[in-house]
Nanobody, 122 residues
């Protein structure tokens, strides 16, 4: 069984920073693209950033220049460094793996974590 678990959320003042982590556990052979999404109260889930298996990154315009996505394939970890946080960044942040190959030869598509809360407020 493969799981994604986010951590690192919390409360921070505007202008502050947080680093979110997404840990993949289980019998994993390879993780393809991983994305971060967020969902604010009463809003639809929105895409934040993606990192491909070969480290190509893309960002939503709203976070470009402030957020950085990275990955450590040896540890099956993906990170989201968030700087210059704004109140509009307040949301539950989720990580999503578009495809995971297990060491048993299985393919698992569209895996989601349970989310971690980020609150930006003075």
């Amino acid at each position: 069984q493969v799981q994604l678990v986010e951590s690192g959320g919390g409360s921070v003042q505007p202008g502050g920073s947080l680093r979110l982590s997404c840990a993949a556990s289980g019998a994993i052979y390879e993780i393809h693209s991983v994305a971060w999404y967020r969902q604010a109260p009463g809003e639809q889930r929105e895409w934040v950033a993606t990192i491909s298996i070969d480290d190509i990154t893309n960002y939503a315009d709203s976070v470009k220049g402030r957020f950085t996505i990275s990955r450590d394939n040896a540890k099956n970890m993906v990170y989201l460094q968030m700087n210059s946080l704004k109140p509009d960044d307040t949301a539950v942040y989720y990580c999503n793996a578009d495809r995971i190959l297990t060491s048993r030869g299985l393919t698992i598509d569209d895996s989601w974590g349970q989310g971690t809360q980020v609150t930006v407020s003075s």
